[in-house]
């Protein structure tokens, strides 16, 4: 006597699915235990590229938004000021610190940005580079471990005032330059007599000045004592342990 999948013959009957014999799950070969092939390596490796490539790219993005920003309100300021030039010296200054507001969105995305492009370096310098020269030597020693740790650990490579001082140099210190040409010029030829100043009996007129070289001041100190940014691939990977600040888990 048969059993019901089966017929006379033991074939299974059409439409039946098959038996298998339960899993020995102990004889399955694990993952961690079989050796990765080099073309597997090279397409894994192939494939994290591209995404960190893409991480990079996409902050890049947030960093030219943050400079649209800033030029845009400062072309809105300036225009302001040009109408209605009785509130020049308000607006002008207004203009000064809501552009530090700007440059300290942009830094903390520069960090991020930076994180990104420190792996992406690291790759194309000692992986893909040496592709390209059929060079199986790669510059540095144990890369691959660093950006693994790297990897999952997330650190900043620069601190929130050298990332600062990037974006200043790099776009910010145009559009400040271009405020206080603005504001001298208004100092010294005044279009109207300015209201601020009429309207508050008690301030002394060289306020304003004062507040405007403070800031400057500012801006002209951070530019000259804050250590510059180094290439990822020159200063970024120097301690294998720990190579910079830890990424907050929230801003991940």
């Given at each position: ?13 059409a ?6 014999p ?23 490796l192939?494939?994290?590229?591209r ?12 960093l030219?938004?943050?400079t ?7 072309l809105?300021?300036l ?7 009785g509130y020049?010296t ?10 530090v507001v ?21 790759m ?6 040496g592709?390209l020269r ?14 693994a740790?790297?990897?999952l ?7 929130l005032?050298?990332?600062f001082?990037?974006?200043l ?7 400040f330059?271009?405020?206080l ?14 209201k601020?100043?009429?309207g ?11 507040v405007v070289?403070?800031?400057y ?5 951070i530019?000259?004592?804050t ?5 990822p ?6 301690n ?7 990424v ?5």
């Open positions: 006597m048969t059993d019901g999948t089966f017929d006379d013959e033991g074939q299974p009957l439409g039946t699915p098959p038996e298998f339960p899993l020995d799950e102990d004889k399955v070969p694990q993952f961690e235990d079989t050796p990765l092939s080099r073309s597997e390596y090279i397409a894994a192939a494939h994290f590229y995404a960190e490539m893409h991480r990079a790219l996409v902050w890049r993005t947030r030219d938004t943050t649209n920003w800033a030029i845009v309100a400062t809105a300021i225009t302001a000021s040009l109408n209605n030039p020049a308000e607006s002008i200054i207004l203009g000064m610190f809501a552009n700007f440059l300290a969105i942009e830094a903390r995305r520069f960090r991020f940005f930076d994180v990104w492009r420190a792996r992406v370096r690291m194309e310098e000692n992986f893909y580079g592709i059929r060079d199986q030597a790669s510059p540095q020693d144990g890369w691959g471990p660093r950006v740790d790297d990897l650990r997330p650190r900043f490579h620069m601190t005032l050298q990332a001082r990037a974006r140099v790099r776009n910010f210190r145009f559009i330059l271009f405020l040409i603005a504001y001298i010029g208004h100092r010294a030829l005044p279009l109207a007599p300015d601020i100043l009429e508050v009996a008690a301030m002394p007129h060289w306020i304003p000045d004062l070289v403070m800031l001041l500012f801006l002209l100190g530019m000259i004592f250590p510059r940014v180094e290439a691939e020159v200063a970024y990977w120097p294998p342990a720990h190579s910079g600040e830890d907050p888990n929230l801003d991940v």
